[in-house]
């Protein structure tokens, strides 16, 4: 018969396990870093977004979500995050749709295009540059960090900090009064 772990236990362990989740999660970020790679957490990565090249699909200045994908999977449409071949920006990452796509030799070659440029990228995108393909837009994201650059955020954080402040002085006070006046028994 199993027995019951209590409810302290468990809140204990469940933390532990998200501490070293956390931590598993953290070297693996930091290890793609180093290695020049896209950090990701499941196959999944979450992009800035720099120009309006997408606009109105995805909007400059937004954050998204792009799924890891093998080359064969990426068909006509399909927008993809890759490093870009063009010598005027090479090696930084780019988010544009695939307008074509090519297969010679079982390799594949990507044509792409912003929604928002007049003509199509003058590079073509090859396999091995492919970072992933465009999942959605995170507009959660986008608004936080969008909140948190203005003035109005500065103040809130102040606010704040100034509440949480005085409650601890508060408490420190009353525990101070508290234990005077048990002494004075």
Sequence with gaps: MLKKLPWKKMISITSYLF???????????????????????????VLHITTGSMEDEIMENSYVLIRKCKADDVVEGDIITFFSPDPSIYGMLNTHRVTSVIQEDGKYTFVTKGDANPKE?????????????????????????????????????????????????????????????????
Excluded: C
Excluded at 29 to 36: E, F, N, P, S
Excluded at 128 to 141: Q, S
Excluded at 176 to 183: L, N, R, T
């Design 121 to 185: 990228d003058t590079y073509p995108v090859p396999e091995e540059r492919l970072v992933g393909r465009y999942v959605t837009n995170l507009t959660l994201i986008t608004s936080l960090t969008s909140f948190f650059q203005t003035r109005a955020s500065l103040i809130v954080i102040v606010i704040l900090w100034v509440v949480v402040i005085g409650m601890m002085t508060f408490n420190l006070i009353h525990k101070i009064k508290e234990e005077s006046e048990e002494g004075k028994q």
């Design 19 to 45: 501490l070293a989740l956390v931590i598993v999660i953290t070297i693996g970020i930091v290890l793609d870093k180093v290695r020049g790679e896209v950090p990701d957490v499941f196959g999944f990565s």
